[in-house]
Every structure is written in structure tokens, then in C-alpha cells.
């Protein structure tokens, strides 16, 4: 059985630029289980957007720290 992806952006995103889950929650400053439920089911809009957010300043810090 083919498990569903409920927030595909934010999986695709994460695995592009090679951010972990625990980074994301880390950043986010909430523990890795409570995002790994979260992300269990679809995000309202404005969690979603603050997931996103948070993978984009994860990539500058990275981007920031290779310079």
C-alpha cells in the first residue's frame, strides 16, 4: 500500500535542498515528534507557510556558513 504524502511542498523542499525534519523543527523550536505528527496530516495554510519559511532561512544559513 503506498503510503500519501499530505504535505507534498514541504516534503519535496525539504529533500531538495537537504533539510531533515528534526532541522525544521529544531528551527522552528518545537520537538521532532510533534512535527513528525504534524505532518501526519495536511497543514492549515499559515503553518504551512511558516514550515516553508523556515526551510528557506535553513538553505541561507547553510548557503551563509559554505561562503
Request: glycine share 4%; charged share 30%; no cysteine.
Amino acid at each position: 500500500m503506498r503510503k500519501l504524502d499530505k504535505n507534498p511542498e514541504i516534503t519535496k523542499k525539504a529533500a531538495k535542498n537537504g533539510i531533515f525534519y528534526w532541522q525544521i523543527s529544531q528551527h522552528i523550536g518545537i520537538a521532532d515528534t510533534t512535527f513528525s505528527r504534524w505532518m501526519r496530516k495536511e497543514l492549515p495554510p499559515e503553518l504551512k507557510m511558516q514550515v516553508l519559511q523556515a526551510i528557506d532561512e535553513l538553505v541561507m544559513e547553510g548557503m551563509l556558513m559554505k561562503a
